[in-house]
C-alpha cells in the first residue's frame, strides 16, 4: 500500500516527540514578521525635542569628559595615535623625570616681551640677546635628549625595532611646561624608566 503525504504527515507527527513532552523549546510562538517591525519602529523625530536635545548633549559632555580624564592619565584608549604605544610611553616618562631647559623658555619669553616695554634701547637689546641665548641652549639640550633617548631606546627595544619621530616628540614635550603637557606627567623628577 502506498502511503500518500496525508499518511506521511500522520506518521511524523506521531513518531517524533514535541519540545512540551522533552521538556525543551521555548515555550511562545515565534513572532511573526509584523510584531517584530512593530517593536523596532521608532519615531524619527522624537516627541519631546527639547528633552532629546538635552539627553543627547548630557551624553556627548559625559564621553569627553571620561576622554578628557582618560587623556590626562596616559590611558591609551583615549591617547591620539601620536601618543600611543611602549616607546612613546618610555620617551614621555624620561621626558617627564628630567630638567629641561626648554621648559622654561615659556616663561623667558614673557619676561623679555615684558622687559621690551622700558623705554631705554639698551635694555631691551639685552633682554633678546638673552632669550636668543636661551633659546639656543634649549635646542642644544634637545638635541642632547634625542642622542640620549637614541641609546635608551635601542637598549630597552633593539636597534631595529625603534620607531621614528621620537626626537620630535621628546623635543616637543621637552618644551612644554611640565603643568601643561598632556597626557600628565606619570613620573616624578629623577624617576627615569628602567
Known sequence: ???????????????????????????????????????????????DRAEARKKARATVQAQRERARIGMANGDERYLPMRDRGPQRKFVRDYVDARFSIGEFLLPVMFMVVI?????QAEVAVFSFVVLYAFLLLAVVDAVFLGFTLKRKLEAKFGETRVDNGYRWYAAMRAFQLRTMRLPKPQVGRRQFPS
Open 115 to 119: 622687559i621690551s616695554f622700558i623705554p
Open 1 to 47: 500500500m502506498a502511503e500518500t503525504p496525508a499518511n506521511k504527515a500522520d506518521t511524523g507527527a506521531e513518531s517524533e516527540p514535541t519540545g512540551e513532552a522533552t521538556g525543551s523549546g521555548k515555550g511562545r510562538a515565534t513572532p511573526t514578521r509584523r510584531e517584530k517591525e512593530a517593536a523596532r519602529k521608532r519615531p524619527l523625530v522624537p516627541n
